[in-house]
Antibody, heavy 121, light 107 residues
Framework: EVKLVESGGGLVQPGRSLKLSCAASGFNFNDYWMGWVRQAPGKGLEWIGEINKDSSTINYTPSLKDKFTISRDNAQNTLYLQMSKLGSEDTAIYYC??????????????WGQGVMVTVSS | DIQMTQSPSLLSASVGDRVTINCKASQNINKYLNWYQQKLGEAPKLLIYNTNNLQTGIPSRFSGSGSGTDYTLTISSLQPEDFGTYFC?????????FGSGTKLEIK
């Protein structure tokens, strides 16, 4: 069974940093691109970015490129999201998702349950 | 960036109704359009990819169509479990973007 479990969320002060983790199991983590998506309270979904199988390609939405860093540890089957200079606008549920990416299609077929990040003093 | 505009933002329909949700891209996205359903408190679920391909396990009452900039998700006969919010998602070009969502309420 494919499972993605995010952790590391919580309350953080403005301007501080936070690192989220996503533990993957039930599939060969090395074989898949992975991505992060977030959702502010009561709002829509925002694609944050993605990372390829060997970390040689990482793409971000432009507005977050200088604040967020996506990485992965294939030996630990874990995806990470390092967030810095956090502001209230970063308050959201953060989801990791498995990405099936070929020349023909791109889809998030499995998602974690999400982890809440609240930025507030 | 490609903007994805969904309509309507809120839809109320009865069980058995045929329902359509629209998604318009700000430029041609070459059918690289997926649909996700999200229920309250849950992660999104993939319904359809590349405009009209049904994800494994999704009921056949869901279908998708479209081309160029205009895309549609259709539910042929609405079921009570279909309530939730539906998002389109373009993967034609980076940055990838979601639509603003359509909340589907069951009358």
């Amino acid at each position: 069974e494919v499972k993605l479990v995010e952790s590391g969320g919580g309350l953080v002060q403005p301007g501080r940093s936070l690192k989220l983790s996503c533990a993957a199991s039930g599939f060969n983590f090395n074989d898949y691109w992975m991505g992060w998506v977030r959702q502010a309270p009561g709002k829509g979904l925002e694609w944050i970015g993605e990372i390829n199988k060997d970390s040689s390609t990482i793409n971000y939405t432009p507005s977050l490129k200088d604040k967020f860093t996506i990485s992965r540890d294939n030996a630990q089957n874990t995806l990470y999201l390092q967030m810095s200079k956090l502001g209230s606008e970063d308050t959201a549920i953060y989801y990791c998702a498995r990405c099936v990416y070929t020349t023909d299609y791109y889809l998030f077929d499995y998602w974690g349950q999400g982890v809440m990040v609240t930025v507030s003093s | 960036d490609i903007q994805m505009t969904q309509s309507p933002s809120l839809l109320s329909a009865s069980v058995g109704d045929r329902v359509t949700i629209n998604c318009k891209a700000s430029q041609n996205i070459n059918k690289y359009l997926n649909w996700y359903q999200q229920k309250l408190g849950e992660a999104p679920k993939l319904l359809i990819y590349n405009t009209n391909n049904l994800q494994t396990g999704i009921p056949s009452r869901f279908s998708g169509s479209g081309s160029g900039t205009d895309y549609t998700l259709t539910i042929s006969s609405l079921q009570p479990e279909d309530f939730g919010t539906y998002f389109c998602f373009q993967h034609n070009s980076w940055p990838l973007t979601f639509g603003s969502g359509t909340k589907l309420e069951i009358k």
